[in-house]
């Protein structure tokens, strides 16, 4: 195993003014696979994950539903957040609340470090506020329509919701003393913003001058409140981005901190800004290091237009893996669509490449082989010498998968995979194990054949665990390999090696569905 290097990678924290959709899940996925692939790869890996509880957005939803607004998030967080860890198979180190003392008490210190050091004053502001968005918009961001039930009025593009107008006496983070060290940053680490659309975009915006940053609010009350003036408490971005270092023992626990900070930030673009300006900026002033990467990936499209709840668009994650399970689930996402650009999602393309992929292509191929093995073996893996042929792909597989992961090029890694899969089905449709089993003379020849298929088998297991875990674990004991799964190197998928027997693969891993689900 590699060196025990550490990768902590973060989703967002998710607000919790209503219920998980795919689009949330799809992050959670994307962050899983690369820490389980990091994981398997012999990395102290961290998978944090959590809700973003305090805020205007949330109040007023509590308010709503006559319920206070920790009440509210109590109960959404254990009836909705945490279960969708559950239903799509996330495997996460941490859980963050920003309603727990841990972070909150984060905030307070570096709110009041950046004070003491002079990073903050007292001004006032006036601008048009997005409350979904909870954030003051520029005119840029906004657009006016002349018809429905919005006519005249000035709405977020995002969110297509009128913004209010807000005055305001605030505390301010001068962020415009970071716009050189900023663009100094973009321009000395050109991975620390990707994909590059998202960096091309977010080095233009500080190009055009950073303005300082509103960081307080004295109009409600429920946020950590601002130490030196308990009339205000902190903005909800200003404290939502403080969840990656409170999280990880920054103020409390050096050693901790040090072993996960920095952080690999896998973010929705339309949040890139966020933590690819505002963040790097409050950490500079404290003193702190930047994190490693912030990445920005595509939103799930609905009929053209980003999916969401407020729009009605949105899907619940377990409308698909109620049909089609998490893998599945996992697989599709990640593979269906380019990580870093948008795609659309749509029932039709979801049952075609689960048949398709998981259940004709790798599923299928599995069941065969084992099948076989034990049909003309007794279950025992022949000892022969493999095709050299199929030895090759799996090397080069395997190489191609991790650099690609390294990239964040996650659909790449699945694709080079695939290639294993396509090469493996052709073989065995070429050498016709069961035409070989007929004829006691190439006894030698199937022996050869079926080594190398369950070897290559082996390696899509190895290969396939981040992503489809489930199906792979079981596979895995089927194969009888050595250890747990999660134990085997990645970058030397491979070089695998199990106990020698076999197993039937019964029911399959990916089993037929029939009805198309909507
Ligand atoms: N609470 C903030 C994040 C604070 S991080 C310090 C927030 N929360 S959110 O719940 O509104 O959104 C969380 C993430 O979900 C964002 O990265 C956003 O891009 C993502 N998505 C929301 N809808 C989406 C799609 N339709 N498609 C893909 N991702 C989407 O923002």
């Given at each position: 195993?590699?060196?025990?290097?550490?990768?902590?990678?973060?989703?967002?924290?998710?607000?919790?003014?209503?219920?998980?959709?795919?689009?949330?899940?799809?992050?959670?996925?994307?962050?899983?696979?690369?820490?389980?692939?990091?994981?398997?790869?012999?990395?102290?890996?961290?998978?944090?994950?959590?809700?973003?509880?305090?805020?205007q957005?949330?109040?007023?939803t509590?308010?709503?539903?006559n319920?206070?607004?920790?009440?509210?998030?109590?109960?959404?967080?254990?009836?909705?957040?945490?279960?969708?860890?559950q239903?799509?198979?996330?495997?996460?180190?941490?859980?963050?609340?920003t309603?727990?003392?841990?972070?909150?008490?984060?905030?307070?210190?570096?709110?009041?470090?950046?004070?003491?050091?002079?990073?903050?004053?007292?001004?006032?502001?006036?601008?048009?506020?997005?409350v979904?968005?909870?954030?003051?918009?520029?005119?840029?961001?906004?657009?006016?329509?002349?018809?429905?039930?919005?006519?005249?009025?000035?709405?977020?593009?995002?969110?297509?919701?009128?913004?209010?107008?807000?005055k305001?006496?605030?505390?301010?983070?001068?962020?415009?003393?970071?716009?050189?060290?900023?663009?100094?940053?973009?321009?000395?680490?050109?991975?620390?913003?990707?994909?590059?659309?998202?960096?091309?975009?977010?080095?233009?915006?500080?190009?055009?001058?950073?303005?300082?940053?509103?960081?307080?609010?004295?109009?409600?009350?429920?946020?950590?409140?601002?130490?030196?003036?308990?009339?205000?408490?902190?903005?909800?971005?200003?404290?939502?981005?403080?969840?990656?270092?409170?999280?990880?023992?920054?103020?409390?626990d050096?050693?901790?901190?040090?072993q996960?900070?920095?952080?690999?930030?896998?973010?929705?673009?339309?949040?890139?800004?966020?933590?690819?300006?505002?963040?790097?900026?409050?950490?500079?002033?404290?003193?702190?290091?930047?994190?490693?990467?912030?990445?920005?990936?595509?939103?799930?499209?609905?009929?053209?237009?980003?999916?969401?709840?407020?729009?009605?668009?949105?899907?619940?994650?377990?409308?698909?893996?109620?049909?089609?399970?998490?893998?599945?689930?996992?697989?599709?996402?990640?593979?269906?669509?380019?990580?870093?650009?948008?795609?659309?999602?749509?029932?039709?393309?979801?049952?075609?490449?689960?048949?398709?992929?998981?259940?004709?292509?790798?599923?299928?191929?599995?069941?065969?082989v084992?099948?076989m093995?034990?049909?003309?073996?007794?279950?025992?893996?022949?000892?022969?010498q493999?095709?050299?042929?199929?030895?090759?792909?799996?090397?080069?597989?395997?190489?191609?998968?991790?650099?690609?992961?390294?990239?964040f090029?996650?659909?790449?890694?699945?694709?080079?995979?695939?290639?294993?899969?396509?090469?493996?089905?052709?073989?065995?449709?070429?050498?016709?194990?069961?035409?070989?089993?007929?004829?006691?003379?190439?006894?030698?020849?199937?022996?050869?054949?079926?080594?190398?298929a369950?070897?290559?088998?082996?390696?899509?297991?190895?290969?396939?665990?981040?992503?489809?875990?489930?199906?792979?674990?079981?596979?895995?004991?089927?194969?009888?390999?050595?250890?747990?799964?999660?134990?085997v190197?990645?970058?030397?998928?491979?070089?695998?090696?199990?106990?020698?027997?076999?197993?039937?693969?019964?029911?399959?891993?990916f089993?037929?569905?029939?009805?198309?689900?909507?």
């Amino acid at each position: 195993m590699p060196d025990g290097a550490s990768f902590t990678i973060s989703t967002p924290i998710f607000y919790v003014n209503d219920v998980p959709h795919i689009g949330h899940a799809y992050t959670e996925v994307a962050a899983d696979v690369l820490a389980r692939w990091h994981r398997q790869r012999g990395e102290d890996a961290w998978l944090m994950t959590g809700t973003d509880e305090h805020g205007q957005k949330i109040l007023r939803t509590a308010v709503a539903n006559n319920t206070t607004p920790k009440q509210w998030a109590d109960q959404l967080v254990e009836s909705a957040w945490k279960p969708l860890l559950q239903t799509i198979d996330i495997r996460n180190d941490d859980f963050v609340r920003t309603t727990e003392p841990r972070h909150e008490h984060g905030v307070a210190a570096f709110i009041q470090k950046l004070y003491d050091a002079g990073h903050i004053y007292s001004g006032e502001y006036e601008g048009y506020y997005c409350v979904a968005c909870e954030e003051y918009k520029q005119l840029d961001d906004l657009l006016e329509t002349e018809v429905g039930d919005y006519a005249g009025q000035l709405l977020c593009k995002i969110h297509s919701r009128p913004v209010e107008v807000l005055k305001e006496t605030n505390y301010f983070f001068r962020m415009s003393a970071f716009e050189q060290p900023l663009l100094d940053l973009y321009a000395s680490r050109p991975d620390f913003v990707q994909p590059s659309s998202v960096r091309n975009e977010i080095v233009q915006f500080v190009k055009q001058g950073l303005e300082d940053l509103s960081i307080s609010r004295s109009t409600f009350d429920w946020g950590v409140q601002v130490p030196w003036d308990t009339s205000h408490v902190v903005y909800v971005w200003f404290d939502a981005l403080l969840n990656y270092i409170t999280a990880n023992g920054w103020n409390v626990d050096d050693e901790r901190f040090a072993q996960r900070w920095p952080a690999v930030h896998l973010v929705g673009k339309d949040i890139a800004r966020f933590h690819a300006v505002i963040w790097p900026a409050m950490l500079m002033a404290a003193g702190l290091e930047v994190p490693r990467t912030v990445f920005g990936h595509g939103w799930l499209l609905v009929g053209g237009e980003k999916m969401s709840k407020s729009k009605l668009t949105g899907i619940a994650p377990n409308q698909i893996t109620d049909v089609f399970g998490s893998d599945a689930f996992r697989f599709y996402f990640l593979s269906a669509i380019a990580f870093g650009q948008d795609g659309s999602f749509s029932w039709e393309d979801l049952h075609a490449r689960y048949h398709a992929e998981l259940a004709n292509g790798f599923g299928n191929l599995a069941s065969r082989v084992l099948a076989m093995v034990n049909r003309y073996f007794d279950g025992r893996v022949p000892e022969a010498q493999r095709d050299e042929k199929i030895v090759a792909i799996e090397r080069r597989v395997t190489a191609e998968a991790d650099d690609a992961i390294e990239r964040f090029a996650i659909h790449e890694a699945i694709a080079s995979v695939w290639q294993l899969v396509d090469a493996l089905n052709l073989y065995i449709t070429e050498q016709e194990p069961w035409a070989l089993a007929k004829d006691e003379g190439k006894r030698e020849r199937l022996e050869q054949v079926l080594a190398t298929a369950v070897h290559g088998v082996g390696t899509l297991a190895v290969l396939l665990n981040p992503v489809v875990p489930k199906a792979t674990a079981r596979l895995w004991t089927a194969l009888g390999g050595q250890g747990t799964l999660d134990d085997v190197d990645i970058t030397l998928a491979d070089e695998w090696t199990g106990a020698g027997s076999v197993t039937p693969l019964d029911p399959p891993l990916f089993p037929r569905i029939e009805e198309p689900t909507v």
